[in-house]
């Protein structure tokens, strides 16, 4: 069968094949599918859904050939469906066709009107671009963790959109380094964290916030990461503001640090420059944790570590002078080295440690049996509540305190109510008794940032629900596609809002119209 439409002279269906499969970059076989699928559509438009067709190309012909698998049957029994044939007319094609064989029947497909063959030219164009779409998405998929490059196409709202060249990606607002600010045209580089499926083709989401773009920046420009020689162990971001990253080198010869600081400072100067300012601290990998977080809070100096491996957390003890630089500006130095060790870090200065230390010692020493030296022991022990005490067995107490089993089970015994009357409030949780200045979990911005977007993604469903003729799974469609007020769908056209949302034209105009209205009725309202 010719190409459909196809009335230039010299144009064959190989020309064709070929040309497709060169422009959009295809396989010849995805091509030569598409144009068997789009002439099966043509011929069951003409003989019928239950008609039982097989098409294929042939290379020699040049053609797509369709064959109907006809039953072969008396004379007197043929289905006017045409599904069944005669033995005779069968005889003719094939002299060996005996009663129940199906025969394949050549069919002509210039028998095929405007409409079927307009038909499959459609089927032909979505087939071709259902396997460009798949191809792009196997091809990014594979690179997701990597950093790309392209031009800026379009700003919508607060989302940048990049020009890829084969697709378009997009870096939303909440992944961008805050200050910056881009235009169309300009060249910008962004961290790949995933690639979506959708109905206008995959989506490419970028970052230029995620630590992992950092990491991506440093193997650019520092050759003994790339070579393997140094490797970055963990980072951790205050976009725009911010990073640490931690740094170890398998040979030890070269310094980690010094190799990604570069010569007068030109290799992380270059990072820099591309995160817009943003400050990195670059510190010494260490396999211990305490060493590490000591690293990490630099450039405080840290004076003493305590280690609660079973809440996977540290008790961070540093002078009275070096607090606030331990801290940072809103606890953003303490933040980061807790996202950066993947320990919960409480930091405190020497003077509250001890302040802290009065108070369990006194509480300690008062519990009948014990002293002040008695306290001084147990607390260095690490027993610091009475609580602590009350699980203790006689037999260690004895050995700890120089005491017999029966003096040191009745020192227990006070000890438990002395934890009962800390549990009634009888002796109170003083700033004392629990001295802390500062503390930081390693996902407690994380947790915080997502709690907030889930939180204001909620209320915006909620919003959308209240136009008339919106239900839940239309305001959900909305609230993922970025819009923020009912405004904002006002602004668009019905067109964009059908193509943002995926949803219907009919609906994007029902949903507009609801909008208008709910607008004109709550005029004074802040939506």
């Known amino acids: 069968m010719p190409f459909p439409d196809s009335n230039a002279e010299g144009t064959t269906l190989s020309n064709v094949i070929a040309t497709v499969s060169r422009d959009k970059n295809l396989d010849k076989s995805v091509i030569i599918d598409a144009l068997e699928q ?6 069951r438009r003409d003989l019928g859904l239950e008609a039982d067709i097989e098409a294929s190309y042939n290379e020699d012909l040049d053609e797509i050939e369709l064959f109907q698998f006809r039953t072969v049957v008396a004379n007197e029994k043929t289905d006017p469906t045409d599904t069944e044939i005669s033995l005779v007319e069968a005889k003719k094609l094939d002299p060996e066709t005996e009663i129940g064989d199906a025969l394949g029947v050549k069919v002509t497909t210039s028998r095929f009107g405007r409409i079927a063959a307009q038909s499959a030219k459609q089927i032909i164009v979505q087939k071709v ?3 460009e779409r798949a191809q792009i998405f196997d091809e990014y998929k594979e690179r997701v963790g990597e950093i790309l490059s392209g031009h800026v196409r379009r700003l919508e709202r607060n989302d940048i959109i990049i020009d890829l ?3 378009e990606a997009v870096i939303p607002a909440k992944e961008q380094i805050s200050g910056e600010k881009f235009r169309p045209k300009d060249r910008i580089q962004g961290y790949v964290v995933e690639i979506k499926r959708s109905s206008k083709g995959p989506q490419v989401v970028m970052s230029r916030a995620h630590p992992g773009f950092l990491i991506r920046l440093f193997e650019q420009h520092v050759t003994e990461i790339y070579d393997g020689i140094v490797s970055i162990e963990s980072a951790a971001r205050d976009a725009g503001q911010r990073s640490k990253i931690a740094v170890y080198s398998k040979d030890s010869s070269v310094d980690p640090v010094g190799a990604c600081v570069g010569m007068k400072g030109a290799r992380v100067q270059a990072v820099v420059q ?3 300012g943003e400050k990195i601290d670059i510190i010494p990998w260490d396999k211990d944790p305490a060493r590490l977080v000591c690293n990490a809070l630099a450039p405080a100096v840290v004076s003493k570590v305590i280690v609660d491996d079973e809440r996977h957390a540290m008790e961070v003890v540093v002078a009275d002078d070096q607090l606030s630089l331990a801290i940072g500006k809103r606890g953003q130095n303490v933040r980061l080295a ?6 919960r870090l409480d930091i405190k200065s020497e003077a509250k440690l001890e302040e802290q230390l009065a108070g369990v010692r006194a509480v300690l020493a008062s519990i009948e049996g014990l002293g002040d030296m008695h306290a001084g022991i147990l607390v260095n022990e690490g027993i610091k509540t009475p609580s602590d005490l009350a699980e203790v067995s006689p037999r260690m107490l004895g050995r700890l305190l120089n005491l017999n089993e029966e003096d040191a089970a ?9 934890a009962d009357e800390l549990s009634d409030r009888v002796v109170g949780d003083s700033t004392e008794y629990f001295a802390q200045d500062a503390a930081a979990s390693p996902d407690e911005e994380l947790d915080g940032r997502k709690r907030f977007e889930d939180e204001a ?7 959308f629900m209240k136009l008339s003729g919106v239900g839940e799974a239309t305001a959900h469609a909305l609230a993922d596609a970025g819009y923020g007020t009912i405004g904002d769908i006002i602004a668009d056209s019905p067109d964009e809002v059908a193509q943002k949302a995926d949803l219907s034209l009919g609906i994007a105009r029902t949903v507009q119209i609801a909008a208008d209205r709910y607008l004109q009725e709550h005029a004074n309202d802040d939506v």
Do not use: S
Not at 338 to 343: D, I, P, S
Not at 410 to 418: E, F, L, M
Not at 457 to 463: A, D, F, L
């Open 165 to 167: 060249g084969r697709v």
């Open 338 to 343: 807790a996202q950066l060790t993947g320990w």
């Open 38 to 43: 789009a002439m099966l559509h043509a011929a």
């Open 274 to 276: 591309e995160l817009n």
């Open 410 to 418: 009745k020192v227990i015994q006070d000890a438990r109510k002395k």
């Open 129 to 131: 671009r259902d396997a």
């Open 457 to 463: 993604r909620k209320k915006r469903i909620e919003m």
